[in-house]
């Protein structure tokens, strides 16, 4: 059995630990040690990573009741001095601190209650049963948050049985059997849960809600603690700097310049597609079928162009049929496709076409399209297409 030192003190970083056994499963080489600071993951906190000795620790699980250290070598049963990577490890205690506090004013001040928590790489959440905060109660649960942060409260923990936990004030009941570890914030919050935290509210730092978004009916709710909040502020004071001298406008009309740039992208975008549409018309009347067929070739077109340009043909020319193709590299788009009063079915001439590439399409009888992978030239594709006309007659 390993002696869990972060149970003893969160702040432990450093111990000397004997290797006790060792083993390889689907997972990787692992350790189990006499006694150990890193956390395992649990509860909603990812695991500690570290050093053992000249071997590094990328994950720690508990596997039927022990503690497994996996590393990327194998390690002798022998005594090393293990190191946890201590910047994670304390901004985990503030995410997972900051969450209790959280989730006790959610339910506390709006009867909204915490149904999961998620400690990601880059952002913290908690979802909530009900979709029924506003944006005025999300602010107010924010202020009263840092208020507490600031009042440095502390932060305790104590074992207790399944019986004495019947009598106490809890979040809500136990999920785990046997001796229970309750979580503390003095006056604010009582809880089960095996995480670690800091020793009082002062060292969670500062608490900003990120975001919001409906979620499994209620509401998710984002939110960073201490360096990562202060990571996120400035990276939103970077950011903002540079659309300041981007826009040529300050802080505060930053709104106002990006609609405007808006609104000029959007005007500016109806004329590209009036040009394009007049582009595309100007170039389906220079093109006419011969003997009734047309197959052109173009180099990395976009497939909507070619259905485009296909159907202004095919409207001018209704006893015509149509191959468009689009080649890039090894890369190969068709389409095809026939006037009201052409013979044909385009699916088939389609069909023949994939045969010599690895891809695939669809359509209707009058017009399909598709492509995929080939070595083939177009001339290749052209003859397959005429081949497939003369059948028709």
């Known amino acids: 059995m390993t002696t869990k030192l972060y149970y003893q003190d969160s702040e432990i970083s ?21 006694q150990s600071c890193f956390y395992p993951e649990g509860g909603g906190q990812p695991a500690d990573t570290g050093e053992i000795g000249p071997a590094k620790v990328v994950d720690v699980q508990s596997v039927k009741g022990e503690i497994r250290h996996y590393v990327d070598i194998q390690l002798p049963e022998e005594s090393f001095s293990i190191q946890i990577d201590w910047q994670r490890r304390w901004d985990h205690m503030q995410q997972h601190a900051g969450q209790h506090l959280l989730s006790a004013l959610f339910e506390d001040s709006l009867g909204l209650k915490t149904q999961s928590f998620h400690l990601g790489k880059e952002r913290v959440s908690i979802d909530l049963d009900l979709d029924t905060a506003t944006n005025a109660q ?12 600031g009042q440095g409260l502390p932060i305790s923990t104590t074992w207790v049985n399944a019986e004495q936990a019947k009598e106490l004030a809890l979040r809500k009941p136990p999920v785990v059997e046997g001796d229970i570890r309750l979580v503390e914030i003095a006056g604010i919050d009582l809880n089960a849960c095996g995480g670690t935290h800091p020793k009082n509210t ?20 984002y939110f960073l ?49 009036s040009l394009q549409e007049q582009v595309l018309n100007l170039e389906a009347n220079a093109i006419l079928p011969d003997n009734g067929a047309v197959s052109r070739v173009f180099e990395n077109r976009p497939l909507k162009e070619l259905q485009q340009l296909a159907r202004l043909v095919i409207s001018q020319h209704p006893f015509s049929t149509v191959l468009l193709m689009s080649m890039a590299e090894n890369d190969v788009r068709f389409v095809c496709a ?23 399409g669809g359509g209707n009888a009058q017009f399909a399209q598709g492509g995929g992978k080939t070595t083939e030239l177009p001339e290749t594709f052209i003859s397959i297409f005429s081949e497939e006309l003369k059948n028709v007659e």
Request: proline share 2%; glycine share 8%.
């Open 202 to 221: 002062a060292s969670i730092g500062q608490l900003k809600i990120i975001s919001t978004e409906k979620a499994k009916g209620g509401m998710r709710v």
């Open 14 to 34: 450093t111990a000397d630990v004997r290797v006790m056994n060792s083993g390889k499963d689907e997972t990787g080489y692992y350790v189990i040690l006499n």
């Open 225 to 273: 603690c201490g360096n990562r909040a202060l990571h996120y502020f400035n990276f939103l004071v970077a950011t903002t700097d540079q659309l300041v001298a981007q826009l040529n406008a300050p802080t505060a009309d930053l709104p106002n310049a990006a609609e405007a740039l808006l609104t000029d992208k959007a005007v500016a975008d109806k004329v590209i597609k």
């Open 338 to 360: 026939k006037g009201q009063q052409a013979q044909g079915d385009m699916r088939e001439v389609l069909k023949s076409l994939l045969a010599l590439t690895e891809g695939k």
């Open 138 to 149: 999300l602010q107010e649960i924010e202020k009263k948050a840092n208020n507490l942060i």
